[in-house]
């Protein structure tokens, strides 16, 4: 290595710290930068990024493909919903039983689905889709049918004396950037304890991991359950920030688009998600504003996601971050 | 130590519709004995193996390990509580994971105690990792694998691949290893070196062994006793030697 190589390399510095402080202000700084259509749809790929980071644990850790998540997403909306509508309960409870409740109804449904093998347990997941958009268009006493759930009250908090609701946008960004962050920093610890290892020991080669002693069916449960209660925290905070929900919230279409993000975000990378449901939900609530292009311009991107980038943008965030960060 | 067998496989059976894969086949394996099982291709071996470690079923018969009974226990809890390890023809490592991680992930669920201690991140998570990142190492060394021991498995040749398998079966300090064809598919340098970490094992820690292995090479130089399925029947048991000569065995060899 000649003297101007090693010259130049001390000279790059590592930018990750000053590039990690600058997203974080601008995250912070978002509603006052972008107009309110741009706070929206951040709102709602924050909304997005929960289901999917459950998703991500499922599909890109442990391997297993699941349809799922809008059910388990759509029992989260019903329940804050249900339960700020007729009781007036604050915001934290709703969340907490909107998780719980998706996630007591996993229980029952993976125990026979993840029996089955690889594409029969796809299938099954995508029956809970269409079972759960069922029971709320058809439970009418409860769910009002296809009227479904309207004035759904913003949230509020009420800690002690001080109690205060949380109204405009600007408000409801920062409330779902808290919990956005709260999310990812769960399915960080997660990923990075020994479960997480095992997880991954399990997407990699079950019978292996198996005969290792790992208990692996009992992993995919509980990953499956907590999988499900991230997509039903995701749900309340979409029940709180539409204030209606109706039984399309169990549709398909956003079983894919949290499939999409995980996948072409990066299974099994927590940076893909985050930079996932920016791009893919984000943008297409962006691009809102031309309807007539707007799922051409979609389509576009996951053919270039399909064709260039197999493994999602993960790899190339990865390669940039490497780059920024100076020295090798 | 007494003298009771480690392993006591007691007249299993397994069929799958109207082939009788395995019949009435008993076997034992004596405490720090390396024993062989040899047989024609489709003897029963590897489905007597699945049966014996839980992979599969027996439709009737008993196994006991260490004195209690453990037919019926799954795969993952006869490697858990039995500690009774076990090895595959084809699926050898994690691929994608370096070598150091695949033998973590082998200590893991033998370090914490339960499954949901699993999900801590705490001081003592990180203790009980770190001591097992040690043992891991320790291995690493043994196996010769110390300069690749940060290469995922993948990479690494099938003989290496094989040496990470036999390390991962160390890590939870195991009182039994079944052997599916360690030497398949590996060259001559690494036999060696598998026999001498199966000695090894075998002599040091105290590791019973039960070896499927067609290099009757190996098998002489390393088992004490042999047992010889044929058509998913016993034929014959005793000592090496005395099996290489044995009229029935080479009748089935070149008979089937």
Redesign the interface.
Known sequence: MSLADTAQQIRRRDLRLPLVAALLVVALAAPFIGSRYVTHSLIIALIFMLPAHGLNLLVGYTGLLSLAQAAFFGIGAYTAGLLAVHYGTPFYVNAAAAGLLAGACALPLGVPALRLRATSFVMCTLGFVIIGQAIAKNWISVTRGDMGLSAIPKPHFALGPLSFTVSGTTSFYYMALAIGALATLAVWMIVRSPAGRNMIAIRENETLAESLGVPTWRYKLIVFIISAVFAGVGGSLYAHYLTVVSPLTFQMYYSTTMLIIVLGGGAGTISGVVFGSLLFVGLTEALRITPELRMIAYGLCLLVLVFWFKKGFAPVINRFWDLIGGTK | MTGLPILEIDKISKSYGAVKAVSDVSLHVNRGEIAGLIGPNGSGKSTFFDCS?G?QRPDTGTVKLDGQDITGW????I??EGRM????QK???????DVE?NL???G???T?PS?LS????GRM?KQ??SGLRDRARELIKMAGLWDVRHQPAGNLSGGQQKLIQFA??LM?EPKIILLDEPMAGINPKIIERVIETILYANRSLGVSFLVIEHNIDVVTSICQRVVVLDQGKKLVEGLPHDIIADERVREAYLGG
Do not use: D, H, W, Y
């Open positions: 470690t992979l799954s795969l993952n809890r490697a858990r390890l076990r090895s595959f699926t050898v490592v994690f691929k994608a994971l991680e973590i992930i082998a893991q669920m033998f914490f499954l699993t999900f801590g991140i998570s009980r990792i991962s079966m939870p």
